[in-house]
Each structure stands twice: as C-alpha cells, then as structure tokens.
C-alpha cells in the first residue's frame, strides 16, 4: 500500500518531468504487488497514459503494459469502476491508452461504452458527460495529426523524388550538349572510321560523367535495383572500349586522331 500512496501523492503534485516519473516508478510497483486491486491498476495506467501524454517518445512498450492493467481493472469491477482520482472511468482511460497507441477503433468503442455505463442520475453526471466529449474530440484530433503526419511525409518524399528527377534531366541535358558540342569538333575533318570511334569513345566518356553525377548528388533516393543503378556504368566502360578500338586499337591510335582533328582545326 505504501507504493499505492506515493505514486498517488506524486501524482497530484501537477505534470513535471520528475513527479511523474515517481509516480510511475511507484505506481508501477503498486501494480505489481496489488494485481488484484483495479483502484491500483486503474491508477498504474492513468500515469502511464499521462507520461506519455507528456513525452510522446518515451517507451511505447509502457502503453501496454498500461492497456493490460486497465482492461484487468475493469475484469475485476465486473465491467464497471467508479471514478479514481480524477473523473474518468476506467473505460475512459482505455480510451486515452488507445488513442496514444492510434487504435482509434478501440477507443471510440470504449468512449462509448463510458458514456453508456454512466449513471444519468447522478450529481456530475453532466460534468462527466462533458469530460467525455472532450476525449472524444481529442480521439479526432489525433487521427486527424495522425493523418497529416503521414500526408506531410508522404509529400516530403514526393519531393525529394521530383528534385532527384530534376537533377537528373539537368544533368542529361548537360551530357547531351557537352556530347553534340564534342561530337561536332570531332567529325569535323575526320575519316569515317576514326571519326565514330571518337564519338563513341565521347559517348562513353559522357555517360560515365552522367553516371558519376548520378551518383554524387542523387545516389539511391529514387531507388531501383543495383543492376539499374550500374548498367549506365558498364555501357559506358563499353562505348569507351570500343571507341579506343575503333580509333585505332588502343590509346595511341585515339591520341593520333585527337591530336590530327586538333591540328586540322588550327
């Protein structure tokens, strides 16, 4: 019993940080050592419930361990518990547990069967109806966070995909006209066979420039496979193999022609 009073002693000191986590440390422990009593269990998953109200990103495992104690706590009052130390119901508490979870499901159903077991009849009954609506306006609230949370992550990656496309035209476009630009000073003068191996020794030097682009500034946001993510790579270790055969078996051959279009054009 003493656990019992100092978790509800700590607990009515207000919302800090370091009240809280005392009364959950000892409500915790009152829970362990009076499971059959649903005032403890109650008052174990209504700390839970308001700690993690105030720190969102404490242990999500505690809001089970809260939902066992209050579903245990309303076995045991047989479905039915009257008010603790504040003016919800045990079913209403579920509701508060379930929601924090994002079971919005489970705690409109519980909000509901709290408005249901309420007695009419009584002095605070409309004060406790009022409580109630107020959760059930919080339940819609937090689906509704919940929803633009996941909206507002699924634009932010929608972004991040159209900035990486653009990137990604920019730079084609850039390949594209560093090629026509080269393609145009090579021909120019070349016999027909040294003149394609330079153009495509050109292309596979831009496509490989294009893929180290890729790969510097967009990397894997866009995803795909690693064959996808490679093959701009081998094509352009290919083109640049087969220009260097083309234009005369090797490198040397290639610097001859460069350096004879060089000349011709001065």
């Not at 009076?34 to 105030?54: K, N, Q, S, W, Y």
């Not at 309303?74 to 003016?87: C, E, M, V, W």
């Not at 510097?216 to 352009?236: C, D, E, F, K, Q």
């Amino acid at each position: 019993m003493f656990f019992y009073l100092q978790a509800e002693y700590y607990a009515a000191l207000g919302d800090d940080p370091a009240n809280l986590d005392a009364a959950l440390t000892f409500a915790v422990e009152a829970a362990e050592r009076l499971m059959g009593v649903p005032g403890v269990l109650h008052l174990a998953a209504e700390i839970i419930a308001d700690r993690h109200e105030r720190d969102p990103g404490s242990d999500p495992r505690l809001l089970l361990d809260a939902e066992r104690h209050v579903r245990q706590a309303i076995a045991l009052s047989d479905g039915r518990y009257p008010r603790y130390h504040t003016t919800h119901t045990t079913h209403a508490t579920h509701t508060r547990i379930a929601t924090l979870r994002g079971a919005f499901t489970a705690a409109r159903a519980s909000i509901a069967r709290a408005i249901e077991d309420e007695d009419s009849t009584g002095a605070e009954y409309a004060l406790r109806i009022g409580d109630y609506q107020l959760i059930r306006s919080w339940i819609q609230y937090a689906q509704e966070a919940e929803r633009l949370g996941a909206r507002q992550e699924e634009a932010t990656r929608e972004l991040r995909q159209i900035r990486s496309q653009v990137l990604e035209i920019m730079g084609l476009l850039a390949a594209v006209i560093a090629f026509i630009t080269t393609a145009a000073n090579i021909a120019a003068g070349q016999p027909a066979r040294p003149a394609a191996g330079l153009l495509t020794l050109a292309g596979g030097v831009t496509l490989l420039v294009f893929w180290g682009f890729h790969v510097l500034l967009i990397g894997t946001v866009s995803g795909g496979s690693a064959w996808r993510r490679v093959a701009p790579a081998v094509v352009g270790v290919i083109l640049v193999t087969a220009g260097f055969l083309m234009t005369g078996w090797g490198p040397t051959g290639a610097g001859a022609a460069v350096h004879q279009s060089v000349g011709q054009g001065a």
